[in-house]
C-alpha cells in the first residue's frame, strides 16, 4: 500500500478526482487529499475527508503540531495533481509556497505527477509551455492534457483526461519504484492496433490486434515522461492519459501518419499489425453474390513495409522498434523474426507467437526481443504493461548507448 498525496487545483474539473481518490482508495492506497482554497469553492473538503478517510486542509495552519506543510511531502510515495491549473503549474515551477498544496510539492521527494487542465489558450501560453518545460526538467511528470469540450462551449486541447487513464499512469509511476522519468525530453512514437483495407464500402480485410499492447506502450512511455504520439488503428480502447492520439484506418494512413511523427522522433515503437495486403481495386458499391452463387475472385496487391521504410529513414541516434507476429515455434520463428529484423533494419524487433487465442486481444503477453547487436531477451508472460516497461528498458539503453 502506498503513501499517496492528491493534490486538486481550483478548476472545474474538480469534481472528477473525486473518481480518481475513489480508485485509489479502493485499490487498497492511503490517500491525503490536499486541495488548494479555490479547489474546495468545486468541492468541499467534508466530500473529500468522507472518500478519503483523512483530514482535510488547504493551510499551513491547521494541526500546526504535527507540521503538514513538511511531513505530508515527505511522506509521501507518490503525489499527483489533478487538475493542475496554470496557476498551479506556476507557482510550482517557481517553486512559490503560500498554502499546504505548495509547501508540500517542495517537501515531496517521490514522483510527482501533473495532470494539467484549462483552456486551450492557457495551456498554449509561453509562460505556461516555460513553466511545464521547468518541472520537466527537474524530472516531474506533467501529462499532455486531452483533447475536448472545455468548460462553456469551448473545445479543444486543455480537457483533464479521464480519472480511470490518470490512475493508469500513475499505478505504472508507482510499479517502477518510484524511478523517476527516464524518458522525459523524449519524443516517442508508438503505433497500436490493425489496419484495415476496404473492399467495398461494408467489408474490408483486416486482422485480429486489439492495440492492447501498442497502447501499453504509450501508456508506460507517459509514465515515464516521454511526450507520445500514439498512432491508432482501428482500436476501441480509451486514450491513455497525457498522449497525443492519431487516428488512422489503413496502412497507408499508417504509413504517412509514422513517416510525419516519426521525423522528430527519438524512438518508434512500430506495434501496429498492418495488413500485408489490399484489394487491387475498390468497389464503390456493395460486392454481390452471383446468381449461380459463385464466389468473386479478389485481386490483391502488396501494402508498403512501414517499418521498413522507418529503417531506411532512420536518423543517427533514432531507435527503432518492429515487431514479428509469428505462428510457428523454436527456431523457426527466430529465423523469421531476425531475417525482419535485418530487412527492416530495426534495432529491436519484439517476437510474438500469436493464435487465435493468443495474444491478440489478451491483457498478458510473452515475448523474445531480438537486438540488431545479437542480443537476445525472454520476456515471460506477463501484463502487457509489464512487458512494454521491459521493452523501454532496452530502447532507453540503445538510447543511453548513442546519445
Not at 481518490?21 to 485499490?27: D, I, K, N
Not at 487498497?28 to 468545486?42: K, N
Not at 496487391?301 to 529503417?311: F, H, I, K, Q, S
Not at 502487457?384 to 530502447?395: C, G, M, N, S
Amino acid at each position: 500500500m502506498a503513501a499517496v498525496v492528491l493534490g486538486v487545483g481550483g478548476g472545474i474539473a474538480a469534481y472528477k478526482s473525486c473518481e480518481l481518490l475513489r480508485l485509489f482508495t479502493e485499490s487498497g492506497h492511503a490517500v491525503r487529499v490536499v486541495p488548494t482554497a479555490s479547489a474546495l469553492r468545486f468541492v468541499g473538503a467534508p466530500t473529500w475527508a468522507a472518500l478519503s478517510g483523512q483530514p482535510v486542509a488547504d493551510d499551513v495552519w491547521a494541526q500546526v503540531h504535527e507540521v503538514p506543510h513538511v511531513r505530508i511531502g515527505q511522506n509521501a510515495d507518490l503525489v499527483v495533481v489533478a487538475p493542475a491549473t496554470a496557476d498551479l503549474l506556476a507557482k510550482a515551477a517557481h517553486g512559490l509556497a503560500d498554502d499546504l498544496l505548495t509547501n508540500t510539492l517542495l517537501t515531496a521527494r517521490c514522483p510527482v505527477v501533473y495532470a494539467p487542465a484549462m483552456h486551450t489558450e492557457m495551456w498554449e501560453h509561453a509562460a505556461t509551455a516555460a513553466n511545464v518545460a521547468t518541472l520537466r526538467a527537474r524530472g516531474a511528470i506533467v501529462i499532455e492534457p486531452a483533447v475536448g469540450r472545455l468548460t462553456g462551449a469551448d473545445s479543444g486541447k486543455g480537457r483533464l483526461p479521464e480519472p480511470a487513464e490518470i490512475f493508469a499512469l500513475a499505478r505504472r509511476v508507482l510499479a517502477r519504484g518510484g524511478v523517476h522519468a527516464d524518458l522525459a525530453g523524449r519524443h516517442v512514437v508508438v503505433t497500436a492496433g490493425g489496419t484495415r483495407e476496404p473492399l467495398d464500402p461494408v467489408r474490408f480485410l483486416g486482422n485480429r490486434s486489439s492495440g492492447k499492447q501498442g497502447y501499453a506502450f504509450a501508456r508506460t512511455a507517459a509514465a515515464r515522461g516521454a511526450r507520445v504520439t500514439l498512432i491508432s488503428a482501428n482500436v476501441a480502447l480509451p486514450d491513455p492519459a497525457g498522449v497525443d492520439v492519431v487516428r488512422i484506418g489503413t496502412t497507408e494512413d499508417l504509413r504517412k501518419a509514422a513517416v510525419e511523427a516519426a521525423a522528430g522522433a527519438d524512438a518508434v515503437v512500430m506495434a501496429a499489425a498492418p495488413a500485408d495486403f489490399r484489394p487491387a481495386v475498390y468497389s464503390d458499391s456493395k460486392i454481390k453474390k452471383s446468381d449461380d452463387g459463385g464466389a468473386p475472385v479478389i485481386e490483391l496487391v502488396t501494402n508498403p513495409d512501414v517499418a521498413a521504410e522507418l529503417g531506411e529513414r532512420k536518423r543517427p541516434g533514432q531507435v527503432l522498434v518492429a515487431f514479428a507476429a509469428e505462428t510457428g515455434e523454436g527456431d523457426e520463428a527466430l529465423a523469421n523474426a531476425r531475417a525482419k529484423l535485418a530487412r527492416k533494419r530495426a534495432d529491436l524487433i519484439v517476437l510474438n507467437r500469436v493464435g487465435v487465442d493468443r495474444v491478440f486481444g489478451a491483457d498478458a503477453n510473452a515475448a523474445t526481443v531480438i537486438g540488431a547487436d545479437g542480443s537476445l531477451t525472454d520476456l515471460p508472460e506477463q501484463p502487457k504493461d509489464d512487458l512494454a516497461d521491459a521493452v523501454w528498458d532496452l530502447v532507453i539503453t540503445h538510447l543511453t548507448h548513442t546519445s
